[in-house]
Protein backbone atom coordinates (compact mmCIF):
# COMPACT_ATOMS: atom_id res chain seq x y z
CA UNK A 1 0.00 0.00 0.00
CA UNK A 2 1.15 3.02 -1.00
CA UNK A 3 0.89 6.17 1.04
CA UNK A 4 2.96 8.82 -0.51
CA UNK A 5 5.05 9.49 2.41
CA UNK A 6 7.33 11.94 2.03
CA UNK A 7 11.02 12.19 4.15
CA UNK A 8 10.08 15.01 6.91
CA UNK A 9 6.42 14.17 7.31
CA UNK A 10 4.59 12.69 10.52
CA UNK A 11 2.94 9.49 11.19
CA UNK A 12 1.50 7.27 13.86
CA UNK A 13 2.49 4.22 14.37
CA UNK A 14 -0.08 1.26 14.64
CA UNK A 15 1.67 -1.36 16.66
CA UNK A 16 4.26 -1.22 19.28
CA UNK A 17 8.16 -1.55 18.91
CA UNK A 18 9.41 -3.29 21.62
CA UNK A 19 10.86 -0.25 24.38
CA UNK A 20 11.29 1.81 21.64
CA UNK A 21 7.92 3.18 20.70
CA UNK A 22 4.20 2.56 21.85
CA UNK A 23 1.54 1.88 19.49
CA UNK A 24 0.36 5.51 18.89
CA UNK A 25 3.33 7.39 18.98
CA UNK A 26 4.35 9.66 16.61
CA UNK A 27 6.99 9.59 14.05
CA UNK A 28 8.91 11.77 11.55
CA UNK A 29 10.10 9.76 8.77
CA UNK A 30 13.33 10.30 8.03
CA UNK A 31 14.54 8.10 4.96
CA UNK A 32 12.44 4.70 3.04
CA UNK A 33 14.71 1.76 1.94
CA UNK A 34 12.60 -0.46 -0.67
CA UNK A 35 12.99 -4.46 -0.91
CA UNK A 36 16.18 -5.26 -2.13
CA UNK A 37 18.21 -2.67 -0.35
CA UNK A 38 20.67 -3.06 2.49
CA UNK A 39 20.92 -0.82 5.28
CA UNK A 40 22.82 -1.30 8.94
CA UNK A 41 21.06 -0.09 11.76
CA UNK A 42 22.90 -0.53 15.29
CA UNK A 43 25.44 -2.25 13.98
CA UNK A 44 23.86 -5.01 12.42
CA UNK A 45 23.73 -5.30 8.20
CA UNK A 46 19.96 -5.64 7.01
CA UNK A 47 18.43 -6.51 3.84
CA UNK A 48 15.14 -4.98 3.19
CA UNK A 49 12.01 -7.43 2.12
CA UNK A 50 9.34 -4.89 2.50
CA UNK A 51 9.07 -0.85 2.34
CA UNK A 52 10.47 0.55 5.65
CA UNK A 53 11.41 3.87 7.17
CA UNK A 54 13.50 5.08 9.32
CA UNK A 55 12.27 7.36 11.66
CA UNK A 56 12.68 9.55 15.28
CA UNK A 57 10.12 9.39 17.78
CA UNK A 58 9.52 12.59 19.54
CA UNK A 59 11.90 12.16 21.96
CA UNK A 60 14.27 11.44 19.60
CA UNK A 61 14.59 7.76 19.62
CA UNK A 62 15.26 6.19 16.26
CA UNK A 63 13.65 2.58 15.22
CA UNK A 64 13.10 1.49 11.57
CA UNK A 65 9.61 0.42 11.23
CA UNK A 66 7.54 -1.18 7.87
CA UNK A 67 5.56 1.15 5.94
CA UNK A 68 2.27 -0.93 6.47
CA UNK A 69 2.73 0.00 10.12
CA UNK A 70 2.60 3.71 9.85
CA UNK A 71 -0.34 5.75 9.34
CA UNK A 72 0.15 9.73 7.97
CA UNK A 73 -0.45 12.67 9.96
CA UNK A 74 -1.30 15.32 7.62
CA UNK A 75 -3.42 18.55 7.78
CA UNK A 76 -3.86 20.92 10.57
CA UNK A 77 -5.80 19.06 12.90
CA UNK A 78 -4.91 15.46 14.33
CA UNK A 79 -7.55 12.95 13.73
CA UNK A 80 -9.14 13.27 17.07
CA UNK A 81 -9.56 16.83 16.21
CA UNK A 82 -11.41 16.03 12.98
CA UNK A 83 -13.44 13.49 14.85
CA UNK A 84 -14.87 15.67 17.25
CA UNK A 85 -15.42 18.61 14.72
CA UNK A 86 -17.64 16.12 12.85
CA UNK A 87 -19.87 15.08 15.66
CA UNK A 88 -20.64 18.95 16.95
CA UNK A 89 -24.38 18.66 16.44
CA UNK A 90 -26.22 21.66 14.00
Do not use: C, H, K
Amino acid sequence: MNRSFQPGDQALTLRPFGNILPAGSVVTLIDRAEPGEEFTYAGTRYRVTRPVWGVRGQGGEPAIIAERFLMPLRGDEEPEQRRQASEVPA
